[in-house]
């Protein structure tokens, strides 16, 4: 999304009420963060932007940097974290674990399929 150029739209400071919606929206997208890290992520009283800009397609993204580093961006209505932030806390997002077999097969380039994606085996009756 990001390789070509994009074009900002605005960089305005955000307001007290937009900066609550926003705590309550990261509580409700990252539930593993408690209450003292969206006060981090989200400050009361320092420098807090919103920088509406577009991609090379058209897309709209709304980013929100917090003392000039981008630390959450907002995609057709969902919200995800940047790089930095998952620096920053890197339990943010779930993770999953598999055997080393598999991981092996993965980075070979092996699409991973859930037990509900698998395709009907031939051999197999049910």
């Not at 539930?31 to 320092?46: F, M, R």
């Not at 097969?105 to 009907?120: R, T």
Request: proline letters at 10%; hydrophobic letters at 40%; aromatic letters at 10%.
């Amino acid at each position: 999304m990001f390789a070509k150029a994009f074009r900002v739209k605005s960089n305005t400071a955000i307001k007290g009420s937009d900066r609550r919606k926003l705590r309550a929206d990261v509580t409700a997208a990252f539930p593993a963060l408690g209450t003292d890290q969206v006060s981090e992520l989200v400050p009361g009283k320092e420098e807090f932007n919103t920088v509406k800009l577009y991609a090379h397609r058209g897309d709209a993204v709304t980013v929100y940097v917090s003392g000039g580093n981008p630390i959450l961006f907002e995609l057709e209505k969902n919200l995800y974290p940047t790089v930095y932030t998952l620096w920053s806390y890197p339990d943010l997002l779930p993770t999953f674990t598999t055997w080393p077999l598999v991981l092996e097969k993965l980075v070979g380039g092996a699409e991973p399929l859930l037990p509900s994606e698998l395709p009907p085996c031939p051999r197999l009756r049910c």
